[in-house]
């Protein structure tokens, strides 16, 4: 409960009730384990959606996908890349630019289409010598400063940066 209420906290995962990631975690763990990459990978899926009740009765279901790569991104002693939304614009944009794929931003259904998606862009850009947490530390605050160089630009939130962004990358290609 711990780990997950400060990782919740620590990256603004945004999660309001901590206690159904805690068991679906617990549940997953006890039956599930992780000795290479690929488990891991196949882990991050298992622990992402979550499902709950409240006290009257209300049925709630989130995919805490960004979350769950989080957590497992630790206990993979990082070795699985962390999904973020800035990474994946920025390694959507690249390569889409380099006709590897038909460009889109779509969110990826799951961590193993995202894992799949980095693994292509290592690949891609010659870069299979750096570690997993190289590259993703990278994305993630080449994404960042994108964004938030936007914000100051334009005055806008961060959602709409995130939109400007993925149009100014379409207008490039």
């Known amino acids: 409960m711990i780990k997950v209420a400060s990782l919740n906290k620590i990256y603004s995962t945004a999660i309001t009730n ?44 989130r995919n805490n996908l960004s979350f769950a790569s989080k957590y497992t991104h ?6 699985t890349p962390i999904y973020d939304s800035y990474i994946w614009i920025v390694i959507k944009g ?17 961590y ?10 290592k690949k891609a850009f010659n870069l299979e010598n750096y570690s997993n947490y190289t590259i ?22 961060l959602d709409s940066a995130k939109s400007e962004l993925r149009k100014r990358i379409k207008a490039s290609c």
């Open 74 to 79: 630790f206990s993979s002693n990082y070795e």
């Open 136 to 157: 993703d530390k990278f994305l993630w605050t080449y994404g960042r400063k994108m964004i938030i160089d936007i914000v100051k630009e334009m005055e806008i939130n």
């Open 112 to 121: 193993a289409e995202f894992y799949l998606t980095f693994t292509e862009f």
């Open 18 to 61: 901590i206690n159904p990631v805690v068991e679906k975690i617990n549940e997953t763990a006890e039956n599930y384990k992780l000795y290479k990459t690929a488990d891991y990978v196949n882990f991050v899926d298992k622990i992402s959606f979550v499902k709950w009740k409240n006290d009257k009765g209300e049925e709630y279901e």
């Open 94 to 110: 690249y390569l889409g630019q380099n006709n590897h794929e038909k460009l889109s931003f779509t969110i990826p259904k799951n």
